[in-house]
């Protein structure tokens, strides 16, 4: 069972108070501000991994595109949705070698670059 997402009532007037403000600023966004959109290269070395999820009835096909020596710098992207889960499959799988550079999978993630500390 999924929990219901909530959001404090103060959280919310505070979020749509710095909305309003920064909408009202009427200046112009810095080339720094979009930078991260063309800096790419490292979408070279990436491991593509195909996701289907189930959601409102139909399963939605992601593909998430990560790096494979740092692997929580990743971009998730929906592709398509179908009725039918083994379709839906099939199509994942040949997405993902379609879009993986190196099609043979050969690149993989490791659970060992996840270093977490709990403390």
Same mark, same amino acid.
């Given at each position: 069972?999924?929990?219901?997402?909530?959001?404090?009532?103060?959280?919310?007037?505070?979020?749509?108070?710095?909305?309003?403000?920064?909408?009202?600023?009427?200046?112009?966004?810095?080339?720094?501000?979009?930078?991260?959109? *063309?800096?790419?290269?490292?979408? /070279?070395?990436?491991?593509?991994?195909?996701?289907?999820?189930?959601? *409102?009835?139909?399963?939605?096909?992601?593909?998430?595109?990560?790096?494979?020596?740092?692997?929580?710098?990743?971009?998730?992207?929906?592709?398509?949705?179908?009725?039918?889960?083994?379709?839906?499959?099939?199509?994942?799988?040949?997405?993902?070698?379609?879009?993986?550079?190196? /099609?043979?999978?050969?690149?993989?993630?490791?659970? *060992?670059?996840?270093?977490?500390?709990? *403390?």
């Amino acid at each position: 069972m999924y929990l219901k997402f909530t959001i404090y009532d103060d959280a919310y007037t505070a979020m749509l108070e710095y909305l309003d403000k920064f909408s009202t600023t009427e200046q112009r966004g810095l080339n720094e501000d979009s930078f991260f959109i *063309n800096e790419d290269f490292w979408l /070279q070395d990436t491991a593509v991994v195909e996701n289907v999820e189930c959601r *409102n009835g139909e399963w939605n096909i992601y593909l998430v595109f990560a790096h494979h020596l740092i692997p929580l710098k990743f971009i998730k992207r929906k592709i398509v949705n179908y009725a039918c889960p083994k379709k839906a499959a099939l199509v994942a799988h040949y997405m993902r070698r379609q879009a993986a550079k190196d /099609q043979r999978g050969t690149l993989r993630l490791s659970m *060992n670059l996840f270093t977490t500390n709990f *403390n």
